[in-house]
């Protein structure tokens, strides 16, 4: 069974390392790394069926929620565990930035058309996911497909005022994944600073996952941190 994935460690510590590479290069676990994050005086009541007291991700739920950023079923229920597509992730997105997204006539992307529910929230939330062009030079949203872990750091990054962060990222502070060369080149300076910032941390089995689809449960939670770090939440 797939090892519970935690989504919060306690990073204070790197923020008083040395800059020395050779410091960081050695700094490959965090004090707390691989413990649930709770440290958010935040009283929660429990709104959906499946999603009790109990449940690790039972607060940051019960906020988005209340805040508007996420909404459950007409059946009582939140489905925690449903992947998140990556038009999904956009509406989240613009719920989560109060941009109100408008009607559109023509889309920026060849798999997106103006008659599709979430054109509107690409349109206006497109810069906040990483964006591929393919081989044969068409500039596809990929809308149906799942949001990778690494797709809503860069997304959160962008949207706390945390870019210019980037230019300045230590990849070392990566060494304490395994897994870290699966992180697609181009995102790893915004994982690095998500990391940084609390928004995220892997799995307790020593890995990112970045690559791996992201539950509404985990979306739920990394919305939950970033509301309570830095500004803008």
Known sequence: ??????????????????????????????DGYGQEWDDYSYTAN?????????????????RVVNK???SGYADGTFHPNDVITRAEA???????????PQNVTETSFTDVSPSDWYAPYIEAGKDYLPL???????????PNQPVTREDVCYGLVKIKGYESDTQYANRFVLNMFSDQNSISDDVKPY??????KKLISGYDDGTLGAQD?????????????????????
């Open 68 to 70: 508007g950023w996420f």
């Open 191 to 196: 994982v690095v600073v998500a990391v940084e």
């Open 213 to 233: 689809p992201l539950t509404r449960a985990e979306f739920a939670t990394m919305l939950y941190r970033a509301s309570y770090v830095g500004t803008n939440g």
């Open 90 to 100: 956009v509406t989240v997105f613009m719920n989560f930035t109060g941009v109100q």
């Open 46 to 62: 429990q709104k959906f069926k499946d999603v009790p007291p109990s449940h690790w991700a039972f607060k940051a739920i019960d």
């Open 132 to 142: 591929r062009t393919t081989y044969m030079g068409t500039n596809p949203f990929l």
């Open 1 to 30: 069974m797939k090892l519970k994935k935690i989504l919060a460690i306690s990073l204070a510590s790197v923020s008083m390392l040395v800059s020395s590479t050779s410091v960081l290069a050695e700094h490959t676990t965090l």
